[in-house]
């Protein structure tokens, strides 16, 4: 008797959300060969410019980065590598330093600028994406998911397009559909939220002296500020957390009240801050999906599953974490969709919430640890500070977590 089973590439998952996480999945999925449609509400669009460079960046490991180059992806001229991690506070007298060459790395990441990103990820979409080929791409508003009551149905997503309503039915659904995912509240999956009270203000700037492809950042009473580096040695990505009232009062600021307020903040370590391009603030919460798995055959991962705070730059890596984390299961039995897909699929749930609950607590920790301005806690900070520095080994371990090197 002839075999009927379903092959790999019979079967069919969506992905909801093309953003650098949603994208990256599609495109590693179509290599594993299954059919994808990849659902999002428009292709994107240019963001904001300043000093010539996209002021939206993201902070990519060197784990990520591995897997955006396994599907062709990797935007070199808009990535600028820091092989040094310089960490400071307001009533601090030692920084913390991290240095690649101590996990015997070029860098321990690279700062990314979103566009260039995103462009180099749909021009690898497009191409998989002809008449026969295994991507379809579904532009519109996801406005309802039905998900099936008996093993083996398909889930339905209906996507209102501009002149039509789709109905697109799947055998799983990988929603990386952002912080206000339209896939988890359709299921009326409760997510925890942990207000921060903090804003972030972004911006890019140019500096006197050149920025050494060091990461540094100082932790202020009102919240950390960053200064990332781009390709340009003078040019660097702003994130400044704060109160919501400092921040309105730094987006009014004229630039060059606002480039002295900010080079004083940073205790003048790049020299005189030249110029400032175009600031935008943004409110800062914390949050938490009940679970990563609210159905056998729907999925969270990325920013619909956790968003935590950017202090650390670990976002966008959590979210290419549970793309690797899933990819595994995958392949470990490419027809895990044929029946109840729960079975595999739990193990990835329980880790990936557990990672989640772990990441947020410890940067929240970390926030209120930093927040305090008593004069005995500072001096503690700073004591574990040089002990910490002086124990090589545990530096390392934590760069390591931090790189994505410790997840395999």
């Not at 191409?127 to 379809?136: F, K, R, Y």
């Not at 991962?301 to 979210?319: C, E, F, K, S, Y």
């Not at 470990?332 to 990835?348: I, M, Y």
Request: hydrophobic fraction near 45%; glycine fraction near 8%; aromatic fraction near 6%.
């Amino acid at each position: 008797m002839k075999n009927t089973s379903p092959t790999s590439e019979q079967l069919h998952i969506a992905v909801v959300g093309a953003g650098p996480v949603g994208a990256t999945a599609a495109l590693l999925l179509i290599k594993q060969g299954y059919q994808v449609t990849l659902v999002d509400r428009q292709e994107p669009q240019p963001g904001p410019m300043g000093l010539g460079m996209d002021i939206r960046n993201v902070a990519l490991s060197p784990a990520s980065a591995q897997l955006l180059k396994s599907v062709g992806v990797w935007p070199q001229a808009y990535a600028a590598p820091y092989d040094t991690m310089r960490i400071w506070e307001q009533w601090g007298t030692n920084d913390l330093v991290f240095d690649a060459t101590d996990v015997d790395q070029s860098a321990l990441g690279w700062i990314v600028q979103v566009s260039p990103l995103l462009a180099q990820l749909w021009q690898q979409l497009h191409l998989h994406a002809t008449s026969n080929g295994p991507l379809s791409i579904v532009l519109g508003q996801v406005q309802n998911i039905v998900v099936p009551v008996k093993t083996g149905d398909k889930v339905v997503l209906t996507v209102e397009q501009e002149s039509a309503v789709n109905h697109v039915s799947v055998d799983l659904v990988i929603a990386a559909d952002g912080a206000e995912s339209v896939v988890r509240k359709s299921l009326d999956v409760p997510a925890a939220l942990i207000p921060t009270g903090q804003m972030a203000l972004t911006t890019v700037v140019r500096t006197e002296f050149a920025h050494q492809n060091t990461a540094w950042q100082r932790f202020l009473l009102d919240g950390p500020l960053a200064l990332l580096p781009a390709n340009d040695p003078h040019l660097c990505s702003v994130v400044w957390t704060q109160s919501d009232t400092s921040c309105q009062r730094r987006l009014a600021l004229g630039d060059e009240a606002f480039c002295a307020e900010l080079q004083h903040a940073f205790e003048n370590r790049l020299g005189k801050v030249q110029a400032a391009a175009q600031r935008q603030g943004f409110p800062l919460r914390q949050q938490l999906a009940e679970t990563a798995m609210p159905h056998s055959r729907v999925v969270l991962i990325g920013d619909a599953l956790r968003v935590v705070h950017p202090l650390a730059g670990l976002g966008v890596n959590l979210g290419f974490e549970d793309i690797a984390s899933l990819l595994k299961i995958i392949h470990a039995n490419p027809h895990f969709l044929l029946g109840d897909p729960s079975s595999q699929l739990n193990k990835f749930a329980r880790q990936r919430h557990l990672r989640s609950e772990s990441m947020l607590r410890a940067l929240d920790g970390l926030k209120r640890l930093y927040a305090q301005d008593k004069p005995g806690i500072s001096w503690l900070r700073n004591v574990g500070v040089g002990v910490f520095n002086s124990q090589l080994w545990l530096k390392r371990q934590v760069m390591r977590e931090a790189m994505g090197l410790t997840f395999r």
